[in-house]
């Protein structure tokens, strides 16, 4: 297992477009909330809520499900299947080390900024800050994982396509669903945002901190990756392990 990470750490560092792809991250992640000046680390984390979190999400899983393709692509996915490597042990591979790199980045950027000003601005009226933080990094890894786990499941256009309508289509139209439906009462608005990779930022750093959020934000999390993680399973041992 230990050179199976180690052949996917270096083949995705060697990569030119990783670097680009961790450039356009950091940006996205801290250069465009920083751009909005906060005036603090509690109101930083308020526009990223709001304002750049979805655009993150999206952007996260499709870096993964490029990084995922590109191994495909170049074919190497068969070196591993003839060294005798198991479906499982291949999977798990991918999303530690490309969703797992992309999550860890991401993190970086927001914990580094919101401790810089934390420590110089406050942190304004927000409370519990970096379980907030922490939340947030369960469902940026959420989204890492599920984009390298459907393109092992699909492996082709399609794939790419499936993690578009997955995060962008699926997610936004259930959210303009409980704004139509919920206008009027924001704490039931609050509960459907809280099953969407969408909507939990937004609950996040804008609603209280219970356990009802917590567990959604888990429990959606665990289902899907198991859900994609079964039908990558089944795909790989189908068309690979013939």
Request: with cysteine; net charge positive; hydrophobic share 55%.
């Amino acid at each position: 297992m230990n050179r199976l990470l180690k052949a996917e750490w270096y083949r995705m560092t060697k990569l030119m477009r990783f670097w680009l792809m961790v450039l356009v991250l950091i940006f996205f992640s801290v250069g465009v909330p920083l751009l909005n000046k906060p005036e603090d680390a509690g109101d930083f984390l308020t526009i990223v809520g709001s304002d750049t979190a979805m655009l993150m999400i999206v952007y996260v899983a499709m870096i993964t499900a490029v990084l995922t393709a590109i191994v495909f692509a170049n074919r190497t996915v068969y070196y591993e299947v003839m060294s005798g490597k198991s479906p499982m042990k291949i999977l798990i591979s991918k999303c530690l080390v490309i969703g797992g790199t992309v999550t860890g980045i991401v993190s970086f950027g927001y914990l580094v900024t919101t401790l810089i000003l934390g420590s110089i601005k406050g942190y304004g009226e927000m409370e519990d800050v970096y379980i907030r933080l922490l939340l947030f990094f369960i469902v940026i890894l959420h989204s890492a994982i599920v984009g390298v786990l459907i393109i092992t499941t699909f492996r082709s256009g399609i794939g790419a396509l499936i993690c578009y309508l997955r995060f962008m289509i699926l997610d936004t139209v259930i959210c303009s669903i409980a704004d139509m439906l919920f206008q009027d009462s924001p704490t039931k608005m609050m509960k459907l945002y809280r099953w969407t990779l969408m909507g939990e930022p937004i609950e996040i750093f804008s609603g209280n901190i219970n356990g009802g959020m917590v567990a959604a934000i888990i429990f959606s999390f665990v289902v899907e990756t198991l859900i994609w993680g079964g039908l990558s399973y089944i795909f790989m041992k189908k068309r690979l392990y013939k």
